[in-house]
């Protein structure tokens, strides 16, 4: 069977881009998107403006750009135990959610957080209490020995490469339903 990589790169403002299945690449431009990559191996950019990014299946790349991103990797109904997700937020305040519902990231799936910023007012979502999470510094990939690996019991959830983080300063946990759009 072969495999169709679909390119959108759209000029309009605030748009809707939903990728389906096959491998993706969906650039939302300037203004305020939401942009779904849906079955597949999924690049995703917001660019300019307040972007709403999510993966779903597969293993996704996720770029915020500039302004208040939100980005989650995968699927909120059924998340598969393989998603490797890379999320990238770009400049702003932007938000990670790594949990949702009772689910978090499971088996040998996880998202790589590759610029989590506290100065950028950046902030990691979580579900339910710090005392669910591990948090271990680590060499994953970062450029420095300070990647901060996150762990719901003994399951690798989520790396945030290059910082220190002490699971108090940049998250929040709570039982969250997010409203994406």
Do not use: C, H, W
Request: glycine share 18%.
């Amino acid at each position: 069977m072969a495999t169709i990589t679909i390119r959108f790169s759209v000029a309009l403002d605030n748009d809707l881009l939903d990728g389906d299945g096959g491998n993706d690449s969906l650039d939302g431009g300037s203004g305020n998107d939401e942009l779904n990559g849906g079955y597949g191996n999924d690049t995703l950019r917001g660019s300019d403006g307040n972007d709403n990014l999510t993966g779903y299946r597969g293993d996704d790349l996720l770029n915020g750009g500039s302004g208040n991103d939100t980005l989650l990797g995968y699927s909120i109904v059924n998340p598969i135990a393989s998603d490797k997700d890379i999320l990238t937020g770009g400049s702003g305040a932007d938000r990670f959610f790594i949990g949702l519902g009772s689910r978090a990231y499971v088996g040998k799936g996880s998202a790589t957080i590759t610029d989590f910023s506290l100065s950028d007012s950046d902030n990691i979502l979580l579900f339910g209490a710090v005392s669910d999470y591990t948090f271990q510094l680590k060499t994953l990939g970062g450029s420095s020995a300070q990647d901060t690996a996150i762990y719901f019991g003994s399951d690798l959830i989520a790396v945030v490469q290059d910082v220190n983080v002490n699971g108090t300063s940049g998250f929040s946990y709570t039982n969250y339903v997010p409203l994406l759009g």
